[in-house]
């Protein structure tokens, strides 16, 4: 070939490229102008705290070419918070940080953390979220169609209700008591003997208030954020029976929309905000003589704590259910999460 025909050759083949690769610019140009992140609470909680974060360690790190707006109330699905793992899937939210509670209904191996009494302190959730069970559930919510990023964490569900303390499964007889909408919880709570009911979280605190619902379990910073004290729940049982971590996810389609620079800089940043909203989470609840529960009977709740053999009772109550649900939720999975939990450091 001769000089003159190579380069021109060469000319035309670099100009196709140039052409054919789109620029940052021309991909951005395809990005939407706002992100829906979508949430069941608001900044005032750690868990909506943790969407803020998120969404201002993106824009920080993707220069503002992805610029997330908050939804707290699951407000894109009209409150409906069960329905929001299906919305992801299909595009009506664009990314979100979800209860594993409320997406349960849809990925049946995340009602693992809905198992009573499964893990017994911080560094059993720890031990799961940050270890193979971890990785494991990824892996499935990757396969159920959405991207995985980062953990984080609602809190231990206490339970608190309105007529009288609770120290024994009898205490609780017939107290109507809300639930999520998971089946789960209505075993759990039949089998200690409440009259469980289920309802959405926009709908339970009007229920509180009217006196519709005696009682209600939820994390200490939701029972503060929501200051449910003054919507009659004046005795609280510190049980710790479940904890419900929050996965912050991204649409497929959505992703595969950014630059591979971009998905990893929304990655980092879910990772980060993911470790600052589980610190906010814990907060007056780790530190020696839990603070937090100090501010809580400040404001005339009476707090029952539980002796080991107290909790033990309720420990037996629910071994039905975690019988009934453990081959549901796969065998293999709680088995590894059981020896995950053995082998943690505290
Ligand atoms: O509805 C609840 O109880 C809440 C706010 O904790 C969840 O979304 C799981």
Redesign the pocket.
């Known amino acids: 070939m001769k000089l003159r025909t190579f380069l021109a050759t060469a000319i035309a083949a670099a100009t196709t490229l140039v052409l054919s690769t789109p620029t940052l610019a021309q991909q951005a140009s395809n990005y939407k102008s706002e992100y829906r992140m979508s949430l069941?609470?608001g900044t005032a909680f750690p868990w909506g705290k943790g969407g803020e974060i998120w969404a201002n360690k993106v824009k920080e790190k993707t220069q503002g070419r992805i610029n997330i707006k908050l939804y707290p109330g699951v407000s894109l699905i009209q409150g409906d918070?069960t329905r929001e793992f299906s919305a992801l899937r299909q595009g009506v939210i664009d990314m979100a940080i979800g209860?594993t509670?409320?997406w349960s209904p849809q990925v049946k191996q995340l009602n693992l953390f809905s198992l009573p009494f499964l893990m017994p302190d911080y560094a059993a959730i720890d031990a799961l979220t940050q270890g193979e069970v971890g990785k494991q559930i990824f892996t499935i919510l990757d396969k159920a169609g959405v991207v995985p990023l980062a953990w984080g964490e609602?809190g231990y569900?206490e339970l608190t209700n309105s007529k009288h303390a609770v120290r024994t499964p009898a205490d609780l007889k017939g107290l109507k008591i809300r639930i999520?909408g998971s089946p789960l919880f209505i075993d759990t709570f039949t089998a200690l003997g409440a009259n469980p009911t289920q309802m959405?979280?926009a709908d339970?605190q009007p229920a509180f208030a009217s006196g519709a619902v005696d009682g209600?379990e939820?994390?200490m910073s939701?029972f503060t954020a929501a200051k449910l004290q003054n919507v009659g729940q004046k005795y609280l049982t510190m049980w710790g029976y479940i904890a419900?971590p929050l996965v912050f996810v991204v649409n497929k389609e959505v992703w595969n929309s950014w630059t591979p620079q971009d998905r990893e800089a929304v990655r980092q940043a879910a990772i980060e905000a993911g470790r600052e909203e589980i610190m906010i989470a814990r907060k007056g609840l780790v530190e020696p003589g839990q603070p937090l529960l100090k501010d809580i009977e400040g404001m005339g709740v009476t707090i029952t704590h539980l002796t080991p053999a107290e909790r033990d009772a309720f420990v037996k109550a629910t071994r039905s259910v975690y019988n009934k649900w453990k081959p549901q939720i796969g065998n293999a999975l709680v088995d590894t999460a059981e020896k995950a939990i053995a082998a943690r450091k505290h």
Request: hydrophobic share 40%.
């Open positions: 069941v609470v918070q209860s509670i409320n609602n569900r999520v959405s979280w339970a209600q939820n994390p939701i419900d």
